[in-house]
């Protein structure tokens, strides 16, 4: 069944029936909606693989269980304010991309995708699910915000990534329309300005040359690479390994959000094999290998078996830090 779209009664602060420039003033009112969806959902499990790190400058999760997130959409910058109210999920737009925002808002929070799609055939599974009703796979449909952090994310540790990604957006981003500067968000530049960072601001960011060329090269095709957000799961990462330096590793991580690929899941990654191994098969010396034969019965819905096993807590002590530069194969 789909959601039900139902209008604020303010005059301002409902989405126009006819298309109207969204407001982008600071101190302008938003552009609003309100959506049920078809059952039960957490934005916490749902919006959090859209957080790199607890102070991502385009992400935050207020006290009061509020999700905020800025974005660079196909009409420009927005920002989006999201919360749960019972069984009603309602939003807020602020910017030039406040229409698109609110129009992508189902999908954003998984109203395309399919839990009952997924059979467990081992128990841990079937439990956790269980547990996790509130578990929808996200859709952005935007590939480069996805795209951008994961390259960054290559053969480093998370934290290292995550302060990367905080310096470049705080610095050659620009502050995200609406109420939203005790917050500190920001937008991610656009293609255009990702291109014009200079090597030494790169440096200062610990982005070494094979990311930053990497991400130069992304940003120059940047259409093309957003085409893949259409595509079926082999054609998008097709399209996305063309690219030098982009590999099955980043390729699974962005379309996990871009495109809610249920199926996407994530190989030449350090620890996944390992706990995939452990929860399945008592195995922690999984390799990619082994853990693909493990997630043969998801085929389909990989990922989503994947995202289930780490939300179980069944993962194996760690050995050694989560990312050791020079021991991760992930492109």
Avoid at 241 to 250: A, C, Y
């Amino acid at each position: 069944m789909a959601g039900r779209f139902v209008p604020r009664t303010a005059t301002r602060a409902a989405l126009p029936t006819q298309p109207a420039p969204p407001c982008s003033s600071h101190d302008g009112p938003p552009l609003a909606r309100e959506w049920t969806p078809p059952g039960p959902l957490d934005l916490r499990l749902v919006l959090g693989p859209l957080r790199r790190g607890p102070a991502d400058p385009t992400f935050r999760m207020a006290a009061d269980g509020t999700f905020w997130r800025a974005t660079r959409t196909p009409e420009g910058p927005g920002t989006l304010r999201v919360a749960a109210h019972g069984d009603r999920i309602t939003a807020a737009a602020w910017g030039p991309g406040a229409d698109w925002l609110l129009a992508g808002l189902p999908a954003l929070l998984g109203a395309a995708d399919d839990p009952d799609a997924f059979v467990p055939r081992h128990r841990l599974l079937a439990l956790t699910r269980h547990r996790r009703p509130g578990l929808r796979l996200l859709r952005t449909g935007l590939v480069m915000e996805s795209l951008i952090p994961s390259i960054l994310e290559q053969k480093v540790t998370t934290d290292e990534a995550y302060r990367a990604w905080r310096h470049l957006v705080r610095r050659f981003g620009t502050p995200a329309p609406g109420p939203t500067a005790d917050l500190g968000l920001h937008v991610m530049p656009d293609p255009r300005g990702w291109a014009m960072i200079p090597s030494w601001e790169w440096h200062r960011a610990n982005v070494d040359a094979k990311r930053s060329s990497t991400i130069l090269r992304a940003v120059r095709v940047a259409r093309r690479l957003e085409e893949a957000a259409t595509m079926n799961l082999p054609e998008a990462q097709a399209r996305l390994q063309l690219i030098p330096g982009i590999g099955p590793w980043t390729s699974a991580e962005t379309l996990q959000r871009s495109n809610g690929a249920a199926d996407a899941v994530t190989v030449g990654d350090l620890h996944l094999p390992g706990i995939v191994g452990h929860a399945l098969a008592d195995n922690r010396d999984a390799d990619d290998e082994e853990m693909l034969s493990l997630l043969t019965p998801y085929e389909g819905q990989r990922h989503r078996a994947t995202r289930l096993i780490l939300l179980s807590g069944r993962t194996p002590p760690r050995r050694a830090p989560r990312m050791t530069p020079g021991n991760i194969t992930n492109l």
